[in-house]
Each structure stands twice: as structure tokens, then as C-alpha cells.
T-cell receptor
Framework: GDSVTQMEGPVTLSEEAFLTINCTYTATGYPSLFWYVQYPGEGLQLLLK?????DKGSNKGFEATYRKETTSFHLEKGSVQVSDSAVYFC????????????FGAGTRLFVKA | EAGVAQSPRYKIIEKRQSVAFWCNPI?????LYWYQQILGQGPKLLIQ????????DSQLPKDRFSAERLKGVDSTLKIQPAKLEDSAVYLC??????????FGPGTRLTVT
């Protein structure tokens, strides 16, 4: 069945460092791909999405490119801030008679000042 | 716009007791989801409603879990009887876009 695999955390970076969180997926068809973020004490929020191969989703300085050939959707940010400390979830959604969204296990990011 | 509301925020019960969670989605959102998030894991879909009909409940343990969405607005999720392994955060989400867009703060359930 469909699945999402993320790099294990926690990831600890200094402020202004470059961020990459790896995400790969397995799907039978052509899913849409998503990144969600969960800030401390808050609910999950949709961060960005891409619906087809080679699409780039972007929001709040984060971006991710849908790579069909490597079945990947890595999250990147050029310069992280302390306020980016959160848990990031990669997810896919495929229409199999109804959209079903499957989440990865999440990657915790700590950014130090 | 008001977000997804959930209550209670925390609940502690003993095994074999029953518990109910409530969710009020964003106004006008046709799709409502209940997810279970065990510590260290990603959310797992329990049930998905489209208006007041069930779209997917394939991962709902129907011998102990039940959910309803009367009138296609708010929803309740019930566990009866609870087991230790039901300790988790229960998330409600809503959307009009085919995938969960807005999540509530969750209910943290501890079964002792």
C-alpha cells in the first residue's frame, strides 16, 4: 500500500542554517504531496503542497519539489529561524475512490539562536 | 474565521471505561476527519465523513470505536471500552479541498 518515509529526527540547526528534511513515498498512482507543520502547543497546519511531477510548492520560505523519478518531496529552507522549531510531517493523498491522506512519522526540528 | 474546535483537550480514564470526543469543524466544510496520533508517529486516519455520510472507516476499530456526524456539521468520536493502547492524541480536521487542511488542537487521551 501507499506509504511515506521521512528522515528521523530530531534535527538541530543553528539560526540561518540551511534546512533539508528528506521525504520519500510509495504510491500506486499519481498522488498529491504535502508538508504539514505542527508548532509547539498548536494543531497541524498545511504548509505547502504539489499536485503533479516537477511542481514546486512553497510557503513561508519553505519549498519542496515533486520528483517522480526519485519518488521524493524533500523540504528545504535557505535560512531557518528559531520560530521554525516544530514537527514537520510529509504526506501524500491519492484518489482511490475517495481521497485518502497518509502521513509520515514526522521530523522534529530544533533551531538554536 | 474560527478554526476547528475540539473538546476536551485532555482526558484521563481507566481501561474499560468509555470516553467521547467532540469536534466542530470550520463552517461550511463538507469533509470532516478523525485521526489518531500515537506518540512519535504520524496521524492515522480513523474515519472520514463527507457531509453526514461515511467515506472511509477502514481503519476504525469498529468493535470499540464509533463516530457520528449528525446534520453534517459537528461530530463525536466514542471509545467503549478503552484499552491501554488507545492512549494517543485524537485529531479532528476539516476541509473542502479533498485533503485535510485545517486541524483542531487535538484531545490527548491517557488510558491507565
Amino acid at each position: 500500500g501507499d506509504s511515506v518515509t521521512q528522515m528521523e529526527g530530531p534535527v538541530t540547526l543553528s539560526e540561518e542554517a540551511f534546512l533539508t528534511i528528506n521525504c520519500t513515498y510509495t504510491a500506486t498512482g499519481y498522488p498529491s504531496l504535502f508538508w504539514y507543520v505542527q508548532y509547539p502547543g498548536e494543531g497541524l497546519q498545511l504548509l505547502l503542497k504539489a499536485t503533479k511531477a516537477d511542481d514546486k510548492g512553497s510557503n513561508k520560505g519553505f519549498e519542496a519539489t515533486y520528483r517522480k523519478e526519485t519518488t521524493s518531496f524533500h523540504l528545504e529552507k535557505g535560512s531557518v529561524q528559531v520560530s521554525d522549531s516544530a514537527v514537520y510531517f510529509c504526506a501524500l493523498s491519492e484518489n482511490t475512490g475517495g481521497f485518502k491522506t497518509i502521513f509520515g512519522a514526522g521530523t522534529r526540528l530544533f533551531v538554536k539562536a | 474565521e474560527a478554526g476547528v474546535a475540539q473538546s476536551p483537550r485532555y482526558k484521563i480514564i481507566e481501561k474499560r471505561q468509555s470516553v467521547a470526543f467532540w469536534c466542530n469543524p470550520i463552517s461550511g466544510h463538507a469533509t470532516l476527519y478523525w485521526y489518531q496520533q500515537i506518540l512519535g508517529q504520524g496521524p492515522k486516519l480513523l474515519i472520514q465523513f463527507q457531509n453526514n455520510g461515511v467515506v472511509d472507516d477502514s481503519q476504525l476499530p469498529k468493535d470499540r470505536f464509533s463516530a457520528e456526524r449528525l446534520k453534517g456539521v459537528d461530530s463525536t468520536l466514542k471509545i467503549q471500552p478503552a484499552k491501554l493502547e488507545d492512549s494517543a492524541v485524537y485529531l479532528c480536521a476539516s476541509s473542502n479541498a479533498g485533503t485535510p487542511t485545517y486541524f483542531g488542537p487535538g484531545t490527548r487521551l491517557t488510558v491507565t
